[in-house]
């Protein structure tokens, strides 16, 4: 394999490169990634669809952008990421009701397009509404398909993996000519 | 048979004679939606009901409504999968300054019939307020609106640029719910 012809061949010097080569790219991605949480606000800028609650708009495997500014208001008819208090999933909604009061105080009720009834199933025991802070993002734009990645990554880790070892050792072994 | 139009026929005669508990209201007669330039006029008729007020005091209003007319057809271009479109009311209580209520939605395929003529459609989700704010509340806003979903791209919501206001009455009626 030329690949490993190549390693046999590099001194320290290009080691050292190929190995810096390849935090460049790790940390370029984290800062692309740190980056867009600031710009958006939101904690995760990027998320894929898990459900089939929202079809026919969305379905399961799709990928949303999402932003999350202090400023923009709640209003009925948006689609809102939230997560419930203790559980770590986000649930891509729309929103049905919003009360807010003159202090800006909001609290609002969602529903998936596709299910029958309001969210309250879902939310915390005892909890009626959803407030700000349970607020993931709102969302602006929509890729499709393009998260089933990410999914099969989630259900098949060992493909993860897989896949995280080759893209790791073709950086590494790569020698720029 | 208990259908839609028997119970609406029903609810009319126990109204009528008690006092004018219903609102019947003809604002305009015929109503556009072009595109996204437009226009929610007006409602061509539409009646409020009200069912039952309940042990905890909510106070529960259902709307019956007439649209008609609604060609969302410029509106459809190569990038639009679909349409949701949903008519909000809002208003102000002296609880809350600002409230905002979906009352009615419908999801409207690229391919679907891009005219949309609705007769006698009841309001799909009750309307509550958090409180007690729709009594004698005068000013209560009913806009359409719509969120565009693209085969790819940004999600975009619109408002119609019309509105309906309505007044809502001043005392509970207490017909039977249905």
């Known amino acids: ?21 390849f935090a460049m790219i790790v940390s370029s991605a984290l800062m692309i990634w740190k980056g867009l949480i600031v710009v958006t606000g939101s904690e995760s800028p990027i998320v894929v669809v898990l459900s089939g ?14 932003t999350n500014f202090h400023d923009d208001p709640i209003r009925a008819g948006e689609i809102v990421v939230f997560k419930v208090e203790g559980r ?31 969210d309250r199933g879902l939310y915390k025991e005892g909890q009626n509404w959803l407030e700000k802070k349970d607020v993931v993002g709102r969302a602006r734009g929509f890729l499709p398909y393009v ?31 | 048979k208990q259908t839609v139009v028997s119970r ?39 009646r409020l009901l009200r069912s039952s007020k309940n042990k905890t005091r909510l106070c529960k209003y259902s709307m019956v409504f007439f649209l008609t007319c609604i060609h969302l057809q410029s509106i459809f ?38 005219r949309l003529s609705l007769k006698d459609m009841k309001s ?21 609106s719509w969120n565009v979903v693209p085969n790819a791209g940004i999600l975009p919501l619109v ?3 019309g509105h309906v206001s309505v007044p809502f009455p001043d005392t509970y009626e207490t017909t039977k719910s249905y």
Request: net charge positive; proline share 3%.
């Open chain 2, 124 to 144: 799909k989700y009750f309307f509550f307020d958090d409180g007690n704010g729709l009594k004698g509340n005068r000013n209560i806003t009913l806009t359409l």
């Open chain 1, 1 to 21: 394999m030329d690949l490993f012809g190549d390693l046999r061949r590099m001194n320290k010097r290009q080691l050292y490169y190929q190995v810096l080569n």
């Open chain 1, 147 to 177: 998260g089933m990645v990410t999914i099969i990554m989630n259900d098949y880790p060992k493909f993860k993996y897989a896949l995280l070892a080759v893209m790791g050792a073709y950086v590494l072994l790569k020698r720029e000519s």
């Open chain 2, 8 to 46: 609406e026929s029903n609810l009319l005669i126990f109204g009528v004679p008690s006092n004018m508990k219903y609102f019947l209201y003809s604002i305009f007669s015929n109503m556009c939606i072009k595109g996204s330039l437009n226009s929610l006029s007006h409602f061509n008729d539409y």
């Open chain 1, 53 to 66: 609650s929202m079809e026919p708009a969305f379905h399961r495997g799709d990928l949303l952008f999402l």
């Open chain 1, 88 to 118: 770590d999933i986000p649930i891509v909604h729309r929103v049905i009701k919003v009360h807010e009061k003159g202090n800006g105080n909001i609290k609002f009720l969602t529903k998936g397009d596709n299910n029958e009834v309001d």
């Open chain 2, 77 to 114: 271009d190569w990038n639009v999968k679909q349409l949701f479109l949903y008519l909000s009311a809002e208003y102000s209580t002296k609880n809350n300054a600002l409230n905002q209520v979906v009352l009615w939605d419908k999801i409207m395929l690229r391919g679907d019939n891009p």
């Open chain 2, 159 to 161: 408002t119609g640029s």
